[in-house]
């Protein structure tokens, strides 16, 4: 079936490191959604990317959707304690995923940050 | 408060047991989604529920099952419960069939002992 795989699993960084995680389609998305959560607590809806090559920033968060939509990436410049929680890409497939539903999760990266 | 309200926060049951988890959807959102969420593990799609029919449906057992309501509130009743069903137990919804972005509730925390 159609997956999502989201890579690393764990990172750990020192504060004022950054940070990427990826995710990678087995097929074509009509957009991607990145969601964060954190320890404790739920996810929560961060951003969507729905162009080709689409670049977006919030603050020190930069999220890309790669050109044939099969990709998508999260990079944080100079982390901060406050960043620290598990990470979700989660994207729509172009065809209907059935049983995975219409929005097809990573299995997350979890980021720690040492101060 | 995320507008997606779930009750109740925590549950402790015995195995053999059944229970049953409430969502009420954010105002205005016609779907809602059951997710599955084992401990240091992904989201585990279990069912949508849009406008009161089933909309897909994932790896949900069949000791699971689920309904949307006139009013769109959703229940997720797990019966002959098993020491693996012990999890934390999300809903989401979203405005249309699945176009937007989801809002989650704070989730259900099921022990089951």
């Known amino acids: 079936g159609q997956q999502v795989m989201q890579i690393p699993q764990y990172q750990h960084v020192q504060e004022g490191e950054d940070f990427t995680t990826y995710c990678n389609s087995s097929t074509t998305l009509s957009n991607i959604q990145w969601y964060k959560q954190r320890p404790g607590g739920h996810p929560v809806f961060l951003i969507q990317?729905?162009?080709?090559?689409e670049v977006k920033k919030q603050k020190r968060l930069t999220f890309q959707f790669g050109e044939a939509k099969k990709n998508s990436s999260l990079h944080i410049t100079a982390t901060q304690t406050t960043d620290v929680g598990t990470y979700f890409c989660?994207?729509?497939?172009?065809?209907?995923?059935?049983?995975?539903?219409?929005?097809?999760f990573g299995k997350g990266t979890k980021l720690s940050v040492k101060p | 408060d995320s507008g997606v309200t779930q009750t109740p926060k925590h549950l402790i049951t015995a195995t053999g047991q059944r229970v049953t988890l409430r969502c009420s959807p954010r105002s205005g959102d016609l779907s809602v989604y059951w997710y599955q969420q084992s401990l240091d593990q992904g989201l585990q799609f279990l069912i949508q529920?849009?406008?009161?029919?089933?909309?897909a449906k994932g790896n949900i057992l069949e000791r699971f099952s689920a309904q949307q309501f006139p009013d769109l509130h959703s229940e997720l009743n797990l019966s002959s419960l098993e020491l693996g069903d012990s999890a934390l137990y999300f809903c989401?919804?979203?405005?249309?069939?699945?176009?937007?972005?989801?809002?989650f509730g704070s989730g259900t925390r099921l022990t089951v002992v």
């Open positions: 989401a919804s979203s405005v249309g069939r699945g176009g937007a972005s989801y809002t």
């Open positions: 990317l729905v162009k080709s090559g």
């Open positions: 529920y849009y406008n009161g029919e089933e909309r």
């Open positions: 989660a994207g729509r497939p172009t065809n209907y995923g059935g049983s995975q539903g219409n929005l097809i």
